[in-house]
């Protein structure tokens, strides 16, 4: 099957979309005009770029500079994730990066060398892409998850405390909020696969057959990839709530955060 190649000015046909919400922005005083101007160009650059950047990679094949991108990959989501949890108590970053990139290590490389079966494993046209996906989609989840942690240690902080005072460690005074944190973390994964097929069809499938793959195949891709984002989605949730969970407490297992006092 023939790729319809999308020349230039239909590209900018495309922006016609932003125009009309901006417009609608103006007309309903959402003040989003300049969220969506900087967004839109942010999208044309970083894409332009990634291109460019992706080809390069490839040329090159590299198992050094894959990691190093991939490290790159993962250091910015722990940074957009730190940023996107209101919390300024509990240093988040380390703990958010350390559980990232080990989740996201075991589950893309376990994907491209045992799932996918790509020789070698660290293939830039594999790897860099599957990675990204797996960062992309689980970067959201560890950060909902850690807010709800957050969040319910504070509202549930009298209950906490009373646990400690009768003997509880730090562990069973907080394992309701881990537990609601996980599930606040997962959900979002677990619908997509509820409605995968029926409600959407998924992203990277329909790039696929965009591209001309035979549909057949580009199911067992998309299902390969469903089933790696809800691995990565539980394990670097899980990691990540351990770890900012430990940082609550202090050595006494006395809990350090605080109510906010911002209003």
């Known amino acids: ?75 910015f989501a722990a940074q957009i994730a730190r940023g996107r949890v209101r919390e300024s108590q509990v240093s988040l970053f380390w703990p958010l990066a350390l559980s990232m ?3 996201y290590s075991i589950t893309s490389i ?27 989609n689980s970067m959201s989840a560890i950060a909902v998850a850690t807010e709800r942690l957050l969040g319910d240690l504070r509202k549930q902080r009298a209950e906490v405390e009373l646990k400690l005072c009768l003997g509880a460690d730090y562990k069973e005074a907080s394992r309701d909020m881990v537990r609601d944190a996980m599930r606040a973390g997962m959900i979002p994964s677990i619908n997509s696969m509820m409605a995968a097929g029926v409600v959407f069809i998924p992203g990277m499938m329909t790039g696929q057959i965009l591209a001309g793959l035979d549909p057949l195949v580009a199911i067992r891709y998309q299902i390969v990839v469903m089933l790696m984002l809800v ?30 006092t911002k209003r």
Request: glycine share 12%.
């Open 1 to 75: 099957m023939d790729v319809v190649q999308i020349s230039l000015w239909r590209v900018v046909l495309g922006f016609g979309f932003v125009l009309a919400m901006g417009i609608t922005s103006l007309v309903h005083h959402l003040r989003l005009e300049r969220d969506l101007a900087v967004g839109a160009v942010r999208t044309v650059v970083q894409l332009f770029a990634l291109g460019y950047v992706l080809k390069y990679i490839f040329e090159l094949d590299s198992v050094w500079l894959v990691m190093g991108v991939f490290v790159v990959m993962t250091g």
């Open 101 to 103: 990139l080990l989740s």
């Open 110 to 136: 376990l994907v491209t060398g045992l799932v996918v079966g790509v020789k070698p494993w660290w293939k830039p046209q594999y790897f860099i892409p599957l990675a990204g996906m797996v960062i992309g």
């Open 231 to 260: 691995g990565s989605t539980g394990m670097g949730t899980l990691l990540s709530i351990l770890l900012v969970r430990r940082l609550c407490f202090g050595p006494a297992q006395q809990l350090l955060v605080r109510p906010n």
